[in-house]
């Protein structure tokens, strides 16, 4: 088999960090053609910047980083600097990147790659709001039938919100364009909150990660040390969710999720649940299927696919 094509659409971000030195450990399955960012966690300037930190903590200086959007569809921008910090990427200290910002704007990158594949064979990873993906695909409406899969991060059922007592952080900044990609013909994969907390960082498992004793293992083990301090405080579990490494993780090992194939809608009128992702897990809507909507995850193959894809790094 060979490896998967794919664009990282992404709002860097600690746990966006390592979905991407997942992909970027893994080139017998994964292909990545590009990063583009987007603005979401933190302003388009530092997720720019970030994803550019990562590959270069990677020793992957050649990937392509674009920049896109830096505000969504019809909104006012949300950050969240009270998880991810001031940089989006505190915890260890890292280097300025020294690769250069491709010019091109991300949307049209998003665009052109998918133009000049083959269609059926470039899947798009959404890790942020889903802003430049809809942009693409409102201005070129010929590509959404040419994207393989969508596997995106967002929206929640069982653990209905984080930002807003009803919404997921990535789909509530960005609904409209979240409603576009839902609609899309594109097949979508949806990691939502309902499996990403259950992919925790125990402290044995942040410690597995320290004990690679790289680069890449050490300042692993200090993100997810800075970010856990957040959710522990908020959640009072056992250890922070790595909510984007399960995308990356799924196009590795696919059979360490489970879910359902149901209708999810988003909510883009009502302020008070702004962005709830309506996901007919029960199946009682009638309405069609449009998306696998994962539950579930075997936590500890996830980890063990981690530890051992980020020593190769
Ligand atoms: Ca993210």
Redesign the pocket.
């Known amino acids: 088999m060979s490896a998967r094509k794919i664009i990282i659409d992404?709002?860097?971000?600690q746990?966006?960090a390592v979905?991407i030195l997942l992909a970027l450990a893994s080139p017998e399955e994964i292909e990545v053609l590009g990063i583009t960012a987007v603005a979401?966690?933190v302003p388009l300037p530092l997720t720019s910047k970030n994803a550019r930190i990562v590959c270069e903590l990677a020793g992957k200086h050649d990937v392509k980083v674009y920049a896109g959007c830096d505000r969504p569809l019809g909104r006012d921008l949300v950050t969240a600097e009270h998880v991810h910090g001031k940089t989006g990427l505190d915890g260890p200290v890292l280097p300025d990147p020294q690769m250069p910002l491709q010019e091109q704007h991300a949307v049209d990158f998003i665009i052109d790659t998918l133009r000049a594949h083959e269609p059926g064979t470039v899947t798009l990873c959404p890790?942020?709001p889903l802003t430049n993906i809809a942009m693409a695909f409102e201005k070129a409406p010929d590509i959404m039938d040419r994207v393989q899969e969508i596997v995106l991060?967002g929206g929640a059922y069982f653990e209905v919100g984080n930002i807003t007592p009803a919404a997921e952080?990535?789909i509530y900044v960005d609904p409209q364009a979240a409603h576009i990609v839902f609609k899309s013909p594109a097949p979508k994969v949806v990691m939502p909150l309902d499996v990403t907390h259950k992919a925790l960082v125990t402290k044995p498992r942040n410690d597995a990660f320290r004990a690679l004793g790289t680069k890449v293992g050490i300042a692993v083990a200090e993100m997810t040390d800075f970010f856990e301090r957040f959710d522990k405080e908020k959640y009072g579990s056992n250890g922070a969710p790595l909510?984007?490494p399960c995308v990356t993780a799924y196009l590795i090992r696919p059979e360490l999720f489970s879910g359902r194939y149901i209708n999810v809608e988003i909510e883009t009128h009502s302020e008070l649940t702004m962005g709830m992702t309506v996901a007919d897990w029960w199946g009682v809507s009638g309405r069609e299927a449009n998306a696998l909507f994962i539950g579930d995850v075997d936590a500890d193959g996830f980890f063990d696919l981690l530890t051992e894809r980020l020593a190769r790094l």
């Open positions: 992404t709002d860097p971000g746990d966006d979905a979401g966690n890790l942020g991060m952080f990535n909510h984007d």
